[in-house]
């Protein structure tokens, strides 16, 4: 096996799917929010609860630029401050029902453009796709 090869086709993997995500998610009419405001919506769509940290981690936004847009999206109700049980110095984030309904409008946009895009794939091809993101997801976006 050429590592090297293998490696080239992971980074051009990656920029794809940076591509298509820009492409899938640039016309979701997603209320009154700004892209990145719709990025963390979506970051907290799949991941919530999360720190405030690491939503600034995973957009490579700083502590400062996240904390700001997360107030303006607390002030439209779409995600809201939790504290962790446990510690109560700890806040989590999470969306509000108002979010969670608007994230789940846009990911219904982006499931019709999916469906779109593999209209023509077999059965087969389908499910070798299914264990295709099955084992990047085990081995390489754990």
């Not at 990656?14 to 892209?35: C, G, L, R, Y």
């Not at 979506?42 to 609860?49: D, F, G, K, N, S």
């Not at 446990?86 to 990911?107: S, W």
Request: proline share 4%; aromatic share 8%; glycine share 0%.
């Amino acid at each position: 096996m050429d590592k090297q090869a293998l490696f080239q086709k992971f980074v051009t993997f990656t920029s794809s799917v940076h591509q298509i995500t820009n492409d899938m998610t640039k016309d979701v009419q997603a209320e009154d929010v700004t892209p990145l405001q719709y990025k963390i919506l979506e970051y907290l769509a799949v991941c919530e609860p999360v720190t405030i940290s690491s939503i600034s981690d995973c957009l490579h936004m700083s502590l400062p630029n996240t904390s700001r847009e997360l107030r303006k999206l607390i002030e439209k109700q779409l995600c809201e401050k939790a504290p962790d049980p446990e510690d109560r110095r700890k806040q989590y984030i999470r969306l509000t029902a108002r979010g969670q309904v608007m994230m789940q409008a846009a990911f219904q946009q982006i499931q019709s453009q999916f469906w779109q895009r593999l209209a023509s794939a077999s059965d087969d091809e389908l499910d070798e796709i299914e264990r295709a993101l099955d084992v990047l997801q085990k081995k390489v976006f754990y």
